[in-house]
Nanobody, 126 residues
C-alpha cells in the first residue's frame, strides 16, 4: 500500500511561485516501484480533475499539460521518495486543489493511477 502526502500549497499573488511536494510512504517496494509514474492533477470548484504533470520514476521522462508547459517543472528525489512540482508565473486559473498520484501506466490519464494523496489547496489571487 502506498501512502502519498502533499505539501506546499498556499495563497500567492498572480505571477508568483510555489513548490509542491509529494512524499510516498509504505512498503519499501511500493513507495517507488521502478517503472511507475508519479503525477500531479488538479481540480477546481465545479470542474473535473485534470492532468497537470507527470514523471517516470525510472527514466525521468516528464509530461506536461499544455496549460502549464514552460511554467511548471516536475522533478524527483528518489532517495527521499519525493516528487516536486515547481510552479512559476502562477495565474488565477491555476487555483485548484492539487493532488499527487502514483500508478504504473498512462501518465497523463488519471485512470492509470492507483494511489492518491489528500490534496493541497493552491490559490492564486489577481
Amino acid at each position: 500500500q502506498v501512502q502519498l502526502v502533499e505539501s506546499g500549497g498556499g495563497l500567492v499573488q498572480a505571477g508568483g511561485s510555489l513548490r509542491l511536494s509529494c512524499t510516498a510512504s509504505g512498503r519499501a517496494f511500493s513507495t517507488s516501484p521502478m517503472g511507475w509514474f508519479r503525477g500531479w492533477f488538479r481540480q477546481a470548484p465545479g470542474k473535473e480533475r485534470e492532468f497537470v504533470a507527470a514523471i517516470s520514476l525510472s527514466r525521468g521522462n516528464t509530461y506536461y499539460a499544455d496549460s502549464v508547459k514552460g511554467r511548471f517543472t516536475i522533478s524527483r528525489d528518489a532517495a527521499k521518495n519525493t516528487v516536486y512540482l515547481q510552479m512559476n508565473s502562477l495565474k488565477p486559473d491555476d487555483t485548484a486543489v492539487y493532488y499527487c498520484a502514483a500508478g504504473p501506466t498512462t501518465p497523463t490519464d488519471l485512470r492509470g493511477y492507483v494511489a492518491w494523496g489528500q490534496g493541497t489547496q493552491v490559490t492564486v489571487s489577481s
